[in-house]
C-alpha cells in the first residue's frame, strides 16, 4: 500500500514539473509575440543605406544595408571637427590667417563655401562654425593647414587626412576610409551609415562640437588684413533643427555619387537617439527619411 503511494506521489510531481515548465515556456513565448505585437512597424525609407542606434546604449534600433560602403559627402566633415576636438589641449581661440589656397580650392571645386576672405584672421572655434553650418570646404583646408604636421601645406593636409583614418581605426571602423578633409575625394572617400553614425556619437560627446552642431546661426567677427573686424553671418544647413522636435544635430551632406545625406540626432525625454541616412534622392526624402527614423527610433 506504501508502495503505491510512492509511485502516485513521484507521477503526480513529474506531471506538475512538466506542466509547470510548459507554462513557462507558453508564457514566454506568449510574452515574445506580445512584444512583437507591440513593436512598431519598422519604417520604409527612400534613402539606399540607414542606421539608427540609441546613443546612450548604443543599441542599434534600425537598419538598412547599414555596412554597404557609400561616398558620404559632406558628412565627412563630422570626422574633420573630431580630429581638430581631439587635439591635446587644442586652443579654440587660436587664430588662422585665411590663405589664398583655401578660396582657389573653392573656386575650382565648386564647393560650399563660408565664404572666408584671403587675410583674415579666424580663430580656431569660429572655423569650426564655418565648417560645421554653411559646411565651408574653405574652412574644412583651413583646419587641415592648421592642424597637420610638415613643412609644406601639401603634407600638412595629407598629414591631417592620416589623422581622420587613425581615429577611424581606433572606433574600430572597418568600411570607412578618408581621402580628403570635406568629402571632395579622389574616390576613397567613403563609409556606412553604422560607421558615420559611430563617428557622430563620439563627436557628440565633446561639448564644443554638441554646441556648434546644434547652432542654428551665427555671427562671428573676425579680424581682417588690416586690423579691422569684419562679422561673418552663417546658417546651418541642417533644417532638421527647426523642423524636428528636440533635434540636436548633426551634419548635411550631398555630391554627384553621395547624392543627399543625413547624419542627425535629437532627444526627447532624456532619451537621444542618433543615425545616418546615406543616398537619398533629394532634400525633401533625406529630412523625410530622418524624420521617420527617429520617429521610429523614439518608440523602440
Known sequence: MKIGIKRINRVTITSTVVLTAGAVLASGAFASAAQAATAPPAPSIVA??????????????????????RSTGSTTKIMTALVVLKQKNVNLKSQVTIQKAYSDYIVS????SARLIVG????????????MLPSGCDAAYALADKFGTGKTRDARVKSFI??????????????????????????????TPRDLTIVAREAMKNSTFRTVVKTKST????????????????????KMLSSYSGAIGVKTGSGPTAKYCLVFAATRNGKTVIGTVLTSTNESTRTADAKKLMDYGFKR
Open 48 to 69: 539606399k543605406g540607414g542606421f539608427v542606434m540609441n546613443s546612450g546604449t548604443g543599441k542599434a534600433l534600425y537598419s538598412k544595408t547599414a555596412d554597404t560602403r
Open 219 to 238: 555671427k562671428q567677427t573676425v579680424t581682417m588684413k588690416n586690423g579691422g573686424k569684419r562679422v561673418m553671418s552663417w546658417a546651418n544647413t541642417n
Open 120 to 131: 583674415d584672421k579666424v580663430t580656431v572655434g569660429q572655423l569650426l562654425y564655418g565648417l
Open 162 to 191: 592620416g589623422k581622420m583614418n587613425a581615429t577611424a581605426k581606433s572606433l574600430k571602423l572597418k568600411n570607412t576610409n578618408f581621402d580628403s578633409f570635406d568629402g571632395i575625394g579622389g574616390g576613397k572617400n567613403y563609409s
Open 109 to 112: 571645386k565648386n564647393a560650399s
